[in-house]
């Protein structure tokens, strides 16, 4: 049986707000790299797909952009695939060489379904499976109608602001390739039960979860689960 594809995730910060001129100048550029990206898609040996994001201020459920954070999503057909794209992928070294610092995972899916640009992630992949101690990482996608653009972010902050008291919720961040409509979450979980009680039971989730299903505020949503292989927590990049 083929082994399930490999994932990844990498974050990427500038430096913030009270960052000297030079930290602002990087924080252009890695705007200005972002652009280039919806024009110039990411490709390597065995990538099957890649994106770049960007991401919402505070914990990314937000209309403002935080610049000087920004995310990168992959799925290969091997680990070592991978691993030969961050050592010698120049395109790669360029962007993160000006990073500050980097967090994220790797991960292999346990399942999903919807699509991502029309692709189906999970079509004819083999998965994984979750043991009852396995942290797990849930990257949640959708393309918003803008029709409904206005009505989707007035519910967002009700719907987030009780996070930051999950204490089984070890990372999340809200992604999108484009401001207002494109948007996605990664978040992580100690483990698949704790994610269930809240996908499934949480009464500050329900609700959001029922608006969706009458409003239709997606024209194209995606949902994948993932075993988490590695996650390490922000480390400063060597040199930056």
């Known amino acids: 049986m083929a082994n399930p594809p490999f994932i990844t995730v990498r974050f990427l910060r500038w430096q913030g707000r009270n960052a000297h001129w030079q930290g602002r100048n990087a924080q252009w550029r890695a705007f200005g790299a972002q652009g280039f990206a919806l024009r110039q898609p990411w490709s390597a040996p065995g990538l099957r797909f890649g994106k770049q994001l ?43 060489a000006s990073a500050h610092e980097e967090w994220g995972w790797d991960a292999e899916p346990v399942r999903g379904h919807g699509s991502w640009d029309g692709v189906h992630l999970l079509e004819g992949a083999a998965l994984a499976e979750l043991a009852p101690d396995d942290e797990v990482a849930v990257l949640t996608r959708a393309r918003i ?96």
């Open 145 to 240: 109608k803008w029709s409904q653009a206005l009505r989707f972010w007035w519910n967002v902050p009700g719907a987030s602001r009780h996070l930051d008291r999950l204490p089984d919720l070890l990372y999340r961040k809200g992604v999108g390739e484009l401001p207002l409509v494109e948007q996605a979450t990664l978040s992580v979980w100690r483990s698949a039960e704790a994610l269930d009680a809240f996908a499934y039971r949480s009464r500050e989730h329900a609700p959001m979860v029922r608006k969706t299903r009458v409003y239709a505020w997606y024209s194209e949503e995606m949902f994948l689960r993932m075993k988490v292989l590695n996650r390490w927590d922000a480390r400063p990049i060597l040199g930056a």
């Open 54 to 96: 960007g991401s919402g201020a505070g914990g990314g459920f937000s209309i403002w952009p935080d610049f000087s954070t920004y995310a990168w999503f992959g799925v290969w057909d091997t680990a070592a695939d991978a691993a030969a794209f961050f050592a010698t992928d120049a395109r790669w070294a360029e962007w993160r």
